[in-house]
Every structure is written in structure tokens, then in C-alpha cells.
């Protein structure tokens, strides 16, 4: 196996069936993990220092969220993205976030707003000034910030289980030539709505922010 993973230790065996789950699907979503790439449940174990339970419950559970494929008599095996997947993922992605812009807009206060327009701003200049793993971090901070503003703890609840997979595939979607330029004119659209408190238009907004960003993925794939 071409990654090592680090011992996991905790005190009792939830937390450690919960660990080595974590630490494997973040790996898959953070591309540590390759599409294609055997995972050797003997291997893990040994690794983490844990036995091959956790290691097999894990694996069992990152099968049902299709990240991981089991093939007879090969063995498990980190599974990619196809364009369907991707597509089916943007779209309840577009459906939660623009919800939480439909809310945010209700609920935005004027220093919710400052903050989020200061983080597009900086998005912006670090892309300028070539970096763009730090445009990508504070993009992270500002759809947070989005979230957050909604002030629905359910809902902020069920759009942070797809940050996983929303930043995967904003590492690759961002690196495409001007795609960060053009996401500060998706962000700016949709703080115009919500400076407005216009929660039809924020939600628009949103949902073509999504769009493009899936758009994005799609074409640096390809």
C-alpha cells in the first residue's frame, strides 16, 4: 500500500470504529487515496495499530457510500468519481446550499455580511498573487460562513455531510485558468441578493453557483 496511515488510539471501541472510518473516507476525499488504489484490510489494521474490526466496519461503510468497491476474489478498492456521480452530488449539494442562501437572506446580519464580502475579496486577491490553495481555504471559509448565516442547525447539520466531497471537488474545479475569478462574480451575485435580503434571487444565485462549479469539475476530468 502507497500511503501509511498514523496509529489511532483511543479508549473504547466506538470511538476507534468512528476513527478509522474517518480517517479513511477523508483520505479518499482528499485524494491521499487514488482511485483504483487496493486497500488491504490486514495492512490498515497494522498501521493504525488497531485490530481488523474497526478496519473491516469501516470499510463496510465507506462501500455503502460507494467510495470503496468490493470486487470478488480482488479485493476492496478505492472507487472514482463518474460524471454521474458528480452530478447526482452537485444537485442535492445546489438543492441544501441555496436553501441556506434562501434562509441566510431572511436572517443576515450586516456584520455576517461584511465578513462574507471581506472573504471574497481575499479569495480573490491570493488567486491574483498565485495562490491558490489559499483562495481555495478561504472559499471554504466563506461557504461556512453561508451555512451559518442560514441559522438552521439541521440544515447546517446536513450540508456539512457532503463537505467531504464538495471539497474534493473544489481542489480540482479551482484549479481550471480563471475558474476562481469567476466564482468571485457567482459569490458577489449572490451577496447582492442577500445585501437585499431577496431570498428567490440568493437562491438562484446559489444554484447556478453549483452549477458551474460542477460544470468545472466535470471539464478538469474529462
Excluded: W
Aim: hydrophobic share 35%.
Amino acid at each position: 500500500m502507497e500511503y501509511e496511515f498514523l496509529p489511532v488510539k483511543f479508549d473504547n471501541t466506538f470511538h476507534i470504529r468512528d476513527s478509522v472510518y474517518s480517517v479513511l473516507r477523508n483520505a479518499i476525499l482528499d485524494g491521499k487515496l487514488k482511485p483504483g488504489q487496493h486497500l488491504v484490510e490486514r495492512d490498515i489494521a497494522g498501521q493504525m495499530k488497531v485490530s481488523r474490526t474497526p478496519v473491516r466496519e469501516a470499510i463496510q461503510k465507506l462501500e455503502n457510500e460507494q467510495l470503496v468497491r468490493h470486487l470478488p476474489r480482488r479485493g476492496v478498492f478505492v472507487a472514482g468519481f463518474t460524471p454521474d456521480d458528480v452530478r447526482e452530488i452537485e444537485v442535492i449539494r445546489g438543492a441544501l446550499e441555496s436553501l441556506c442562501c434562501r434562509l441566510a437572506a431572511a436572517k443576515i446580519t450586516a456584520g455576517e455580511l461584511d465578513k462574507l464580502q471581506a472573504l471574497n475579496q481575499d479569495m480573490l486577491i491570493e488567486e491574483e498573487q498565485g495562490h491558490i490553495d489559499k483562495a481555495i481555504q478561504i472559499n471554504r471559509k466563506f461557504h461556512e460562513g453561508l451555512y451559518k448565516a442560514a441559522k438552521s442547525p439541521h440544515l447546517y447539520y446536513f450540508v456539512n455531510t457532503l463537505r467531504g466531497y464538495i471539497n474534493r471537488f473544489t481542489m480540482v474545479s479551482y484549479k481550471k485558468p480563471g475558474r476562481i475569478r469567476e466564482v468571485y462574480r457567482e459569490h458577489e451575485a449572490i451577496l447582492a441578493c442577500l445585501s437585499r435580503h431577496d431570498g428567490t434571487g440568493a437562491y438562484n444565485a446559489a444554484e447556478k453557483h453549483v452549477e458551474q462549479s460542477s460544470q468545472a469539475f466535470l471539464e478538469m476530468t474529462q
